[in-house]
């Protein structure tokens, strides 16, 4: 008996990690067409431990991921300049717990370089915040800026997770 091509709805997180701010967008639809899409961010005070910070990011976004039940988180490739080494630790001890709350939620992650979403989503691998919240806004269709941008570089995570999740489902029922 052969398979059906049957594709169902998807559910995509994506996850602009940052200690201040990070980005959450959700998409849901199938293969290039998104159904709906929700956006924010997870904030914390530079006033608060950096332990106590950790544990925000980490107990929301537990949270948002039992609420919402993705198919899958793509996360942010964290990468690291010479001249800010301690910013780049930090990013990835903010990665570190975005990765454990995901494996406690049972959600499958995956991870993207900035170079390349930009890539996918404007075309040009060194586009700025801006173009690339341009191109997230005109694939969603929304006239309306999206603030703050690490949200918006969160769905475009999202949107690409989207893509590409259907397209390797999609694949894989062919054969």
């Known amino acids: ?12 997180i994506g996850i602009d990690p940052g200690l201040s701010s990070t980005g959450v967008g959700i998409v849901w639809g199938m293969g290039l067409k998104v159904d709906g899409y929700s956006f ?5 005070s530079a006033n608060n431990s950096l332990a106590s910070r ?3 990011i980490y107990t929301k976004l537990t949270s948002l991921l039992k609420d919402e039940k993705p198919d899958l988180m793509v996360l942010e490739d964290v990468f ?7 910013s780049g630790l930090t990013l990835g001890q903010v990665t570190g717990i975005i990765h454990l709350a995901g494996f406690r939620m049972a959600v499958q992650i995956t991870e993207v370089a900035v170079r390349e979403a930009k890539k996918v989503l404007t075309g040009n691998g060194n586009a700025s915040k ?6 997230v806004r005109h694939r969603l269709k929304m006239a309306e800026p999206i603030r703050p941008y690490h949200a918006s570089d969160a769905l475009g995570l ?3 997770g989207l893509y590409r999740h259907q397209n390797r489902r999609h694949l894989r029922l062919k054969t």
């Not at 924010?40 to 914390?44: A, K």
């Not at 690291?80 to 301690?86: E, T």
């Open 1 to 12: 008996m052969q398979p059906q091509n049957k594709l169902r709805t998807m559910k995509i």
């Open 40 to 44: 924010g961010s997870i904030h914390t």
């Open 54 to 56: 950790l544990d925000r």
């Open 80 to 86: 690291s300049l010479k001249r800010y080494p301690k």
């Open 130 to 135: 801006m173009q690339l919240e341009k191109a």
């Open 158 to 160: 999202a949107l690409i």
